[in-house]
């Protein structure tokens, strides 16, 4: 069974999207240990290739470190089709990322999201609802299947709002990259949380086997 696959999407992948990336893979590692790499794999992709092949944002990697995160051996990649197969949740930084996401994979609608939607759109879903959490492969993918589902249903086919988008920080100063960062912590975090964790806040410990 592979791992639950989030993919992070923004324009040159050198920001925010290796901010998301690293971020939540760090939330997952607070909550399952040695178990994350087996349980959740987060990764991210640019909309465009300018940067392909280029490490992290300095000021994003300075962010990334202070909220407990690790740039090492990151390397900017553009977006492709195959990417999006792969994942079982797409977070974009804009509207206009999530309709380039579904421009390649018209199938991937339901399960692509821009970030501060799916942040919104989280605590309307009962968590108690889905499959019951358990620190195992094929737990974590049943219930982030049932929780994408939901937060999908939860959508109702409206479109994200304006405030949903992830600004940019790209050439400002660390004080926008902080912003920004603070943004993406405060979906990611409890995002790793509503797939991991029973709804009481204790991870079950259930090991692989």
Avoid at 97 to 126: I, K
Avoid at 158 to 165: C, F, K, S, Y
Wanted: glycine residues 10%.
């Amino acid at each position: 069974m592979p791992p639950f696959g989030v993919l992070h999407i923004c324009m040159g992948n050198i920001c925010r999207s290796p901010m998301a990336e690293r971020l939540f893979a760090a939330a997952v590692r607070q909550v399952a240990g040695e178990l994350a790499d087996e349980l959740v794999y987060s990764a991210s992709a640019g909309t465009g290739g300018w940067h392909e092949g280029q490490p992290m944002n300095p000021p994003a990697a300075r962010q990334l470190r202070a909220r407990g995160g690790d740039d090492t051996g990151f390397t900017a990649r553009r977006l492709r089709a195959e990417h999006i197969d792969t994942a079982d949740l797409v977070l974009t930084a804009t509207a206009e990322q999530v309709e380039y996401v579904v421009s390649l994979r018209p199938d991937a609608a339901g399960r692509t999201f821009v970030l501060g939607e799916l942040g919104r759109l989280l605590p309307a879903v009962d968590l108690a609802s889905l499959p019951p959490a358990e620190l195992r492969p094929e737990a974590v993918a049943a219930r982030g299947a049932a929780l994408v589902e939901a937060l999908h249903a939860a959508r109702g086919g409206r479109a994200a709002e304006p405030g949903d988008e992830v600004e940019d920080p790209w050439g400002r100063g660390d004080r926008h990259f902080s912003r920004v960062a603070d943004v993406i912590d405060r979906v990611v975090r409890p995002l790793a949380e509503a797939l991991l964790l029973q709804r009481a806040g204790a991870p079950s410990r259930t090991r692989v086997t």
